[in-house]
Nanobody, 118 residues
Framework: QVQLVESGGGLVQAGGSLRLSCAAS????????MGWYRQAPGKQRELVAV???????NYADSVKGRFTISRDNAKNMVFLQMNSLKPEDTAVYYC????????????WGQGTQVTVSS
């Protein structure tokens, strides 16, 4: 059983920072891409940032220059450093990973709430 567990969400004022963490556990042979998605009330889930196993990154235009994704392959973890937060960043943030054990599957975390007050 593979699990992704996020932490680090919370309430912050506009202009502030938060750091999200996601840890993968269970029967893991390797992890390919890891990423962060978010879903605001009444909106579709959207990609925030993704990082490959080799460290290549891609960001949504709305967060470029403010958010930084990183990973620790030895610990099976991915992080999202969020700076200069805006009220429009308010959403539930989900960790996502392509994990291979016997086969490769795509996994989601349970989500962590980020609320940015104006």
């Amino acid at each position: 059983q593979v699990q992704l567990v996020e932490s680090g969400g919370g309430l912050v004022q506009a202009g502030g920072s938060l750091r999200l963490s996601c840890a993968a556990s269970g029967r893991i042979f390797s992890i390919n891409a890891m990423g962060w998605y978010r879903q605001a009330p009444g909106k579709q889930r959207e990609l925030v940032a993704v990082i490959s196993s080799g460290g290549s990154t891609n960001y949504a235009d709305s967060v470029k220059g403010r958010f930084t994704i990183s990973r620790d392959n030895a610990k099976n973890m991915v992080f999202l450093q969020m700076n200069s937060l805006k009220p429009e960043d308010t959403a539930v943030y989900y960790c996502n990973a392509d994990i291979r054990n016997t086969y490769s599957y795509n996994y989601w975390g349970q989500g962590t709430q980020v609320t940015v007050s104006s």
